[in-house]
């Protein structure tokens, strides 16, 4: 029980006299109140309740509903504006994103940045996150238990945010966001839609770093997720 002690303790110096209870404490709880190791049923998920981005990582940064939870450094909720109009999503943090909590940093972070200036966007202005929050040891892929357990914040990401377009970063991505097993060439050859939200699809900036050839169908790839957005708003306007 000191475990939840600690938890329920740092929830008030959070939050005062409001408490915010992860669905996996409430069943950790559960547990330990009937001395069992095993329960059945539901409990509530108090997380899909957030009105903010901010509430939202508040809520959920202790996750461990996944065994990831329990091997990662940092919880990598996602960075960017509250307000974009762009999502950008990745399978899940690697090495540094877990160091820093914080998604497409280092060399890759850095080329991602340059390929959204080359369309007029800026890292400031998109969000940027991936599937999974927590990184998979030696970065493997995500495993289908994992990506259902973490693929409802990201639709709840989504639900805040409301974003206009997103673009998928790699095969993986793409992949187990669309759930299908088709070429990253077929995928990036289409504008799709995710949870009613069109999807553009392209490789990711650490594969572009091992394969320069790719930069160029990437550069034509950004040209036109630019150019579906600039539509998008255009429609919006008239
Ligand atoms: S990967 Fe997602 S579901 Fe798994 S522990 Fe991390 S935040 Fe929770």
Redesign the pocket.
């Known amino acids: 029980m000191s475990d939840l002690y600690r938890y329920f303790r740092q929830q008030k110096e959070q939050y005062g006299d409001s408490l915010y209870v992860d669905e996996?404490v409430l069943h950790h709880a559960a547990l330990a109140a009937q001395g069992l190791t095993e329960i059945a049923g539901t409990v509530t998920e108090a997380w899909k309740a957030s009105s903010t981005l901010e509430d939202l990582n508040g809520r959920?940064?202790d996750?461990?509903?996944?065994?990831?939870?329990?091997t990662?450094n940092q919880?990598v909720f996602g960075i960017g504006n509250p307000q974009a109009d762009i999502v950008l999503v990745g399978e899940?943090p690697g090495a540094e994103e877990d160091k820093k909590g914080e998604p497409f940093v280092g060399r890759a972070g850095q080329l991602l940045n340059k390929i959204l200036e080359a369309v007029d966007f800026k890292r400031e202005d998109v969000f940027i996150c991936n599937i999974?929050?927590?990184r998979?040891p030696n970065n493997r892929d995500?495993l289908s238990t994992?990506v259902e357990?973490?693929e409802p914040?990201l639709h709840k990401q989504l639900e805040l945010l409301q974003p206009k377009v997103m673009l998928a970063l790699g095969r993986i991505a793409a992949q187990t966001l669309l759930r299908t097993n088709d070429s990253l060439t077929k995928l990036r050859a289409d504008v799709h839609t995710y949870q009613g939200i069109p999807l553009v699809v392209t490789y990711h900036p650490a594969a572009l770093l091992r394969n320069p050839n790719w930069k160029r169908p990437t550069w034509e790839d950004v040209q036109k997720f630019r150019a579906l957005y600039d539509d998008i708003i255009a429609k919006e306007r008239a």
């Open positions: 996996n959920i940064h996750c461990q509903k996944c065994p990831l939870g329990a990662r919880f899940a999974l929050k927590c998979p995500p994992e357990q973490c914040y």
